[in-house]
């Protein structure tokens, strides 16, 4: 009887070992997935990709849109709502924006212009639905053979549904997403709608206020080597933030008159490449680099990194937080590099 029960023990102590084995095991694959698996947000009480006190759903999967930025489609619609938004070149000196939503949907976003193959892998990386109008034949390929998840305007032209064309501004420049029915339309591609967010890295309240480095009253960025496009951050104290400018102009909503605000500037430079006659790019958005992060007023050099597709700022491996609010990430080209494109002045 005492060796039927030792036999026992033995076999739920082995089949108890197995069990913990293989947690571990499926804990360290899940790891090694990144973002691609779902991982609870630790506060619900708090936006993942914002850090500030949620007004709506944390589990709201985020909506990455192309927004226009030539000049004839400026001022935007919906581009300080949005949590973090890219801004890269598209072709010659012009930007381009991918405005992320996770924290709130606006009414209307746009206009929204075409697909751009680094624009579609960092909506990917932040698990975000992808949404843009149009797009060159290759790129489509490219993102039904990558699986990206996608809602392509040029299906939706003027439907009055999804898209809409505005009477005051012409093609391309002129077409808006109605975010109210993305996530309807979403649902009828077999899209989940939601989504559990690991947070990004944010500073607590008191290392939001002792953010250091040097004074940074004003960033400059300029994208076409010949002031054609030039970018502008310039710090309001009273409510600590940088209001956005284009070539001298404040960035304001359309229809409001809201200014475009950021609470983290984060430039960052890397390699791109010309890729055809149309001036379109490839752009090395996985390599990381270097990078500086301006906050509260001040700017330091860190270095960028992507992590589970994610853009952040890195110092000596370990990641440095954002600030809790708006993200803005400017990309530069390494040629002629952060040096040359980037003004900061005290003043």
Same mark, same amino acid.
């Given at each position: 009887? %005492?060796?039927?029960?030792?036999?026992?023990?033995?076999?739920?102590?082995?089949?108890?070992?197995?069990?913990?084995?293989?947690?571990?095991?499926?804990?360290?694959?899940?790891?090694?997935?990144?973002?691609?698996?779902?991982?609870?947000?630790?506060?619900?009480?708090?936006?993942?990709?914002?850090?500030?006190?949620?007004?709506?759903?944390?589990?709201?999967?985020?909506?990455?849109?192309?927004?226009?930025?030539?000049?004839?489609?400026?001022?935007?619609?919906?581009?300080?709502?949005?949590?973090?938004?890219?801004?890269?070149?598209?072709?010659?000196?012009?930007?381009?924006?991918?405005?992320?939503?996770?924290?709130?949907?606006?009414? $209307?976003?746009?206009?929204?212009?075409?697909?751009?193959? +680094?624009?579609?892998?960092?909506?990917?990386? +932040?698990?975000?639905?992808?949404?843009?109008?149009?797009?060159?034949?290759?790129?489509?390929?490219?993102?039904?053979?990558?699986?990206?998840?996608?809602?392509?305007?040029?299906?939706?032209?003027?439907?009055?549904?999804?898209?809409?064309?505005?009477?005051? %501004?012409?093609?391309?420049?002129?077409?808006?997403?109605?975010?109210?029915?993305?996530?309807?339309?979403?649902?009828?591609?077999?899209?989940?709608?939601?989504?559990?967010?690991?947070?990004?890295?944010?500073?607590?309240?008191?290392?939001?206020?002792?953010?250091?480095?040097?004074?940074?009253?004003?960033?400059?960025?300029? +994208?076409?080597?010949?002031?054609?496009?030039?970018?502008?951050?310039?710090?309001?104290?009273?409510?600590?933030?940088?209001? %956005?400018?284009?070539?001298?102009?404040?960035?304001?909503?359309?229809?409001?008159?809201?200014?475009?605000?950021?609470?983290?500037?984060?430039?960052?430079?890397?390699?791109?490449?010309?890729?055809?006659?149309?001036?379109?790019?490839?752009?090395?958005?996985?390599?990381?680099?270097?990078? +500086?992060? $301006?906050?509260?007023?001040?700017? %330091?050099?860190?270095?960028?990194?992507?992590?589970?597709?994610?853009?952040?700022?890195?110092?000596?491996?370990?990641?440095?937080?954002?600030?809790?609010?708006?993200?803005?990430?400017?990309?530069?080209?390494?040629?002629?590099?952060?040096?040359?494109?980037?003004? $900061?002045?005290?003043?």
């Amino acid at each position: 009887m %005492r060796k039927t029960a030792l036999s026992l023990l033995a076999l739920l102590i082995l089949s108890l070992a197995a069990c913990s084995g293989e947690e571990e095991q499926a804990s360290q694959d899940n790891a090694s997935h990144g973002q691609a698996v779902t991982e609870k947000n630790e506060n619900p009480d708090v936006s993942p990709l914002t850090g500030l006190p949620a007004e709506g759903n944390t589990e709201q999967r985020a909506v990455g849109v192309m927004v226009n930025n030539h000049p004839k489609a400026r001022p935007q619609t919906g581009l300080s709502k949005a949590d973090i938004v890219f801004e890269m070149l598209a072709e010659g000196s012009i930007t381009r924006f991918l405005a992320i939503y996770q924290s709130q949907q606006p009414d $209307v976003v746009g206009p929204v212009r075409s697909a751009r193959e +680094y624009y579609f892998d960092l909506a990917d990386g +932040y698990d975000a639905l992808y949404v843009y109008h149009g797009a060159a034949n290759f790129v489509n390929d490219m993102i039904a053979d990558e699986g990206i998840e996608h809602l392509d305007g040029a299906l939706h032209d003027n439907d009055g549904n999804l898209f809409k064309r505005s009477s005051d %501004r012409s093609a391309p420049h002129n077409s808006y997403l109605q975010f109210a029915s993305v996530n309807d339309m979403a649902e009828q591609k077999g899209y989940n709608v939601t989504q559990s967010y690991q947070p990004l890295p944010f500073a607590d309240e008191d290392e939001a206020a002792a953010a250091s480095g040097d004074e940074a009253a004003s960033v400059t960025i300029d +994208y076409s080597g010949g002031m054609k496009n030039v970018v502008t951050y310039s710090y309001d104290e009273g409510n600590a933030v940088y209001n %956005r400018y284009s070539n001298g102009n404040q960035s304001i909503e359309k229809d409001a008159d809201e200014p475009v605000t950021a609470d983290n500037l984060f430039i960052i430079e890397t390699p791109h490449e010309i890729i055809d006659d149309a001036g379109r790019r490839e752009i090395d958005i996985t390599s990381g680099g270097d990078a +500086y992060l $301006v906050q509260k007023g001040h700017i %330091r050099k860190v270095q960028w990194e992507n992590r589970d597709g994610r853009i952040i700022p890195v110092k000596n491996g370990d990641p440095v937080p954002f600030v809790p609010g708006k993200t803005w990430i400017n990309v530069v080209p390494a040629d002629p590099g952060m040096a040359q494109s980037v003004t $900061v002045s005290n003043e």
